[in-house]
C-alpha cells in the first residue's frame, strides 16, 4: 500500500506563485517515476510535469518556463514550483507516482486526492 499525500494549492492572483509538494509513503521498494497532473472543469486530465529516477523530465508545452518540477528522493517527495500562473492553470492538480512495492514485484500506479488551484483576481 503506497500514500500519497499532497500539501499546498489554494486560491493565488495572476501573476503570483504556488508551490505543490507531494510525498509518497507506506510500502515502497522503488519508485521509477514520479510528477503531476491536472483536471480543468469539463476537461481530461493532462500531464503537467513529471520526473524519472534517470533524471528526466517532461513538462506540457503550457507550463514550461513557468513551473519546474522538483524530487527528494530521499524523501520520496516531489515538488511543483508554479510561477507566472494564468487563469487557465486553474484546475485539480494530482500527484502522480509509479512505484515498486517489492524487489521482485509489479510496477503500480498511484494517485493522490487532488489538491485544487484557483488563479483568480
Not at 506563485?17 to 507506506?26: I, N, T
Not at 503531476?36 to 508545452?61: C, F, M, S
Not at 516531489?78 to 492553470?89: A, G, I, R, T
Amino acid at each position: 500500500q503506497v500514500q500519497l499525500v499532497e500539501s499546498g494549492g489554494g486560491l493565488v492572483q495572476p501573476g503570483g506563485s504556488l508551490r505543490l509538494s507531494c510525498a509518497a509513503s507506506g510500502t515502497i521498494f522503488s519508485i521509477h517515476a514520479m510528477g503531476w497532473y491536472r483536471q480543468a472543469p469539463g476537461k481530461e486530465r493532462e500531464l503537467v510535469a513529471i520526473r524519472t529516477n534517470g533524471g528526466t523530465t517532461n513538462y506540457a508545452d503550457s507550463v514550461k518556463g513557468r513551473f519546474t518540477l522538483s524530487r527528494d528522493n530521499a524523501k520520496n517527495t516531489v515538488y511543483l514550483q508554479m510561477n507566472s500562473l494564468k487563469p487557465e492553470d486553474t484546475a485539480v492538480y494530482y500527484c502522480y507516482a509509479d512505484v515498486s512495492t517489492t524487489g521482485w514485484g509489479t510496477l503500480s500506479n498511484y494517485w493522490g486526492q487532488g489538491t485544487q488551484v484557483t488563479v483568480s483576481s
